[in-house]
């Protein structure tokens, strides 16, 4: 293997926005952690004074180096993580002896720091059970091959650019946990917004500028009119707020699919609704493509071994390991991931003379037909149009005074009346 291919084996350090602040180890340890765990710190060679087993070992490279970790002997769980703490000198040091298949650790993450890089594994035996959780809060999604080195971009990214205390969170789509919980410890309040309740083109329950992270995992492509989505997505996010979205490119179509993006159509798509792009990625390569086609969904990572995914079927784990390569092809992405921030200004569109109450009245009658026509449960169905009849009954009385109200700007950040 010449040096141009062991490079691209290799999980870069993500690229770090000039001028924002470098990770510190604490905060990258609140990103990949979680505060239940049971962690364990070494510093200078010191052993630890307590046994394992733990969810977490976090060390300096000197330790690492120096041959004093073995995942097994010291107690650490299953696909529990690992955080190497290196300087400038060490780092091409730490990443080798990580790619030691004798240390069985997989490497998912490096991200800068202002001394150098946090290395990041996880403790991956060949006989790994997903079966039996090993360590606590094991999200199963997080391994699914087609987004699992996506998800390894996206987490550090998340790290660099989002800040350690996030206030109010929604998130939309496939709620599995695993991007909330990239967030970190420090989570304010979460929402999560279940369609057809919440309808990503409008988000009429959603108050202007309430929330500071949105999450729109995986639902754009669902969307009839995604432009629509993500001007929602805009009124919705505080100034300063953030949008983390990760979208299909090369995948499977639904049923209920209606568009994909290239990462230069959606950048644009960004663009237009007023959010501005803070980092982007995306992963895949021809031999992963044609798995995923083949396998869809149901491939599952067991470890990284020799820069390849050794990959299981998790509908029947008895069959035969395939491997995938981790390279990462531009030309071939399976998932795009962005996160986007809304400015400080407000570039919310304002209402317009010609939204009347018989025109708000239409647009309720016209989502109340969609909601109908939809795959939802009848007891779904039956909340959602309960509110619809609230809100009738508010336009009855006093909406057309509100409405007057707001044209004249004297309420311009009532929920109601701004699109």
């Known amino acids: 293997m010449n040096a141009a291919v062991a490079s691209m084996k290799q999980p870069a350090a993500t690229d770090h926005s000039p001028g924002a602040p470098l990770p510190t180890l604490e905060r990258l340890r609140r990103v990949y952690t979680r505060p239940d765990w049971r962690v364990c710190e070494w510093n200078s060679g010191a052993k630890p004074e307590t046994a394992g087993p733990f969810d977490a070992i976090i060390l300096d490279s000197a330790t690492f180096l120096n041959g004093?970790?073995?995942?097994?002997?010291?107690?650490?769980?299953?696909?529990?993580?690992?955080?190497?703490?290196?300087?400038?000198?060490?780092?091409?040091?730490?990443?080798?002896?990580l790619a030691d298949p004798s240390m069985g650790l997989s490497q998912i993450g490096r991200v800068r720091t202002a001394t150098g890089a946090v290395f990041v594994a996880e403790f991956t035996p060949a006989e790994l059970d997903f079966?039996?959780?090993?360590?606590?809060?094991?999200?199963?999604?997080?391994?699914?091959?087609?987004?699992?080195?996506?998800?390894?971009?996206?987490q550090a990214a998340v790290a660099e650019h989002l800040p350690e205390e996030v206030g109010r969170v929604i998130e939309i789509g496939d709620t599995n946990h695993v991007i909330r919980e990239m967030l970190g410890w420090d989570i304010g309040s979460y929402m999560k917004a279940p369609y057809p309740e919440h309808d990503l083109?409008?988000?009429?329950?959603?108050?202007?500028?309430?929330?500071?992270?949105?999450?729109?995992?995986?639902?754009?492509?669902?969307?009839?009119?995604?432009?629509?989505?993500?001007?929602?997505?805009?009124?919705v996010l505080s100034p300063g707020g953030h949008a983390v979205f990760m979208l299909p490119y090369i995948a499977m179509a639904q049923p209920d699919d209606r568009?994909?993006?290239?990462p230069l159509a959606f950048g644009e798509a960004l663009e237009a609704s007023g959010l501005e792009t803070v980092a982007r990625g995306a992963w895949g390569n021809v031999d992963a493509c044609c798995a995923y086609i083949r396998h869809n969904k149901w491939l599952r990572v067991r470890r990284i071994e020799a820069g390849e995914m050794v990959c299981e079927d998790s509908r029947?784990?008895?069959?035969?390991?395939?491997?995938?390569?981790?390279?990462?092809?531009p030309a071939h992405p399976i998932h795009l991931w962005v996160i986007a921030r809304r400015g400080g200004a407000d570039r919310s569109p304002r209402p317009n003379s010609a939204l009347t109450t018989a025109g708000y009245?239409?647009?309720?009658?016209?989502?109340?037909?969609?909601?109908?026509g939809s795959s939802a449960s009848r007891e779904q169905i039956i909340k959602e149009l309960g509110w619809y009849q609230h809100v009738d009954e508010l336009l009855q009385g006093y909406m057309n005074e509100l409405a007057a109200a707001a044209y004249d700007n004297k309420h311009p950040k009532h929920w109601l009346w701004k699109s």
């Not at 699914?144 to 971009?153: D, E, L």
């Open 361 to 372: 009245r239409a647009m309720l009658n016209e989502r109340r037909a969609r909601v109908l």
């Open 316 to 329: 029947d784990p008895s069959r035969p390991r395939l491997r995938v390569p981790l390279d990462n092809d």
């Open 68 to 97: 004093l970790l073995d995942a097994r002997r010291s107690g650490l769980l299953p696909l529990g993580r690992v955080l190497i703490d290196a300087d400038a000198k060490s780092e091409s040091s730490v990443a080798a002896r």
């Open 259 to 262: 568009c994909r993006w290239s």
């Open 131 to 154: 079966a039996h959780e090993p360590r606590r809060d094991v999200r199963l999604g997080y391994y699914k091959m087609s987004r699992y080195a996506a998800y390894h971009q996206m």
């Open 201 to 235: 083109q409008d988000l009429l329950r959603v108050p202007d500028a309430s929330c500071d992270v949105f999450i729109c995992d995986n639902t754009l492509e669902h969307v009839q009119d995604p432009a629509a989505g993500l001007r929602s997505i805009h009124r």
